[in-house]
């Protein structure tokens, strides 16, 4: 079993949609970070959290850590938020990702 | 600043070659990641520094890699000798703080035949 599960593998919305991707993880972490692969394959950390919930533009990120889960939202996607969308997990000096989870976002 | 440099972006080789992957930090950054991507197993961590020094190297297949920071501001992967089932793509990271928010580079694609 993977340390770190996200769900959904695959997501479809409408343009304008609420987008929630979320990651659960079964060991004790340090801290959760957010990734987005664009289809070029380039890859941009979003946030980084070890409690609580951070802001930034249209994306929120939250952490649950007695629950071990997390969730990324987007509000009004675009067709521009289309990426993988990977969670990551730091422990000890390790680090584990989700699957990752494809977003596509039609106009 | 450019950001995280890496080198060269497409690397294709044959069995048994020497492979030298390339990752120029962010200034001022302290900590370094090296992670390879396939499609079948994702995001991998290989080998984390931290301040030059290697933290963990648990996660490198094997004795064919090595990867070395002979500054601050620089780090090699190596792959000696190169196989089929290196092909991947290979990233490197570097932060400001041993937790602290990570900037990609753009990515090595290997390719080994």
């Known amino acids: 079993k993977n340390e770190v599960e996200q769900s959904p593998q695959n997501l479809t919305a409408q343009e304008g949609e609420f987008i929630t991707i979320n990651c659960s993880y079964s060991?004790?972490?340090?801290?959760l970070h957010w990734l987005q692969q664009h289809p070029g394959g380039g890859i941009v950390s979003l946030f980084m959290?070890?409690?609580g919930k951070k802001k930034h533009g249209r994306l929120i990120a939250t952490i649950n850590i007695q629950e071990k889960h997390s969730s990324l939202h987007i509000t009004a996607s675009h067709p521009r938020d289309s990426a993988v969308y990977i969670c990551?997990?730091?422990?000890?000096?390790?680090?584990?990702f989700g699957a990752g989870t494809r977003l596509t976002v039609k106009p | 600043d450019a950001g995280v440099i890496q080198s060269p972006r497409h690397e294709v080789t044959e069995m048994g070659q020497e492979v030298t992957l390339r990752c120029k930090l962010i200034?001022?950054?302290?900590?370094l990641f090296w992670y390879r991507q396939t499609m079948m197993r994702g995001l991998e961590l290989l080998i984390y520094?931290?301040?030059?020094?290697?933290?963990?190297d648990s996660g490198m297949p094997e004795d064919r890699f090595s990867a070395k920071m002979p500054n601050a501001s620089f780090s090699t992967l190596k792959i000696q000798p190169s196989e089929p089932r290196d092909s991947a793509v290979y990233f490197c990271?570097?932060?400001?703080?041993?937790?602290?928010?990570?900037?990609f580079g753009s990515g090595t694609q290997l390719s080994v035949l």
């Open positions: 990271a570097s932060s400001l703080a041993r937790l602290g928010k990570l900037f």
């Open positions: 060991v004790g972490i340090s801290a």
């Open positions: 959290l070890s409690s």
């Open positions: 990551a997990v730091r422990y000890n000096n390790d680090m584990r």
């Open positions: 200034s001022g950054h302290n900590s």
């Open positions: 520094f931290n301040n030059n020094v290697p933290i963990d």
